[in-house]
């Protein structure tokens, strides 16, 4: 017997190789390895790629879990599709396609880092009493699909340390029906920021709700006012945080006056 009969002894004769989930059979594709690479690097949609990994288990190993809905709470556990893990030990690679809600009280802060979520596709964003930066909140919202956006108590900053204006939350979200902004920084107004935010508002064509809850003397109501007196689709809720002076006041009178001389949406504005 020569060298080449105990090769295909030993071959015919060994274990067949063992396959696991990690290390699945190879898979044949009726395309090319190119083609393949391309679908699992360029694949934007998370409803494409839940149907990927449905149509062929070689797929879901290559990325991410999807998860609708993501909640963290308080004290570090976070519920993916209402199954539960505790993110200051174990993180696993999470797409996000519909819904992120991430809450903290005053006494103790998630650890939940959002940079360590794979990637964003939301319709959805809570934010209740976090500090992030602005590229956390790019990231948020990169995909351009959010519908509602909810800004509870929160501080965004720039790589500078300094505080990120409305204007610049409203940027790249064609597709936003509700906004609502709750005890914020008095900064993230400066002199320019309601006009141009002014200009984001007349471009969104499904939007329909705006909510600004505390806002100080400095917003520039007169800017505002111009689009107040020409909306008619936007329902718009306003809450000052006194004090407020009496001239202040006088101004959102008479603008207030001239809306309702007109069939225009009434803003609801108070004082507390």
Known sequence: MDMND????????????????KKPYPQRFCLPCDVIKYMIKNCKSAKVWKKLIMSCKYFFPKYSVLVKDLDVNFDS???????????????PKLWVYDSFDYRATYFSYPKLEISKISKFDLRNLILVKQNFTI?????LTSSGSLKFIDLSF???ENSDGTIVTVDKL????????????????????QSDTVKKMVQHLKGFKKMHQLNLLGI????????????????????IKILFYEPISDAYKEVI??????????PLKVPKIEFV
């Open 6 to 21: 105990l090769l295909v002894a030993s071959i015919s004769t060994s274990d067949p190789p063992l396959y696991t989930f």
């Open 77 to 91: 556990k976070c519920k993916a599709d209402k199954e539960e893990f505790n993110a200051s030990k174990f993180i």
């Open 135 to 139: 590229y956390d909140y790019q990231k």
């Open 154 to 156: 929160c501080k965004i």
């Open 170 to 189: 409203l940027e790249g979200l064609p597709h936003l029906e509700e906004f609502e902004m709750v005890d914020f920084n008095s900064l993230m107004f």
């Open 216 to 235: 100080e003397e400095s917003f520039d109501f007169p800017s505002f006012a111009e689009f107040l007196l020409n909306n008619k689709t936007l329902n």
């Open 253 to 262: 009178q008479n603008v207030m006056i001239e809306i309702k001389k007109n």
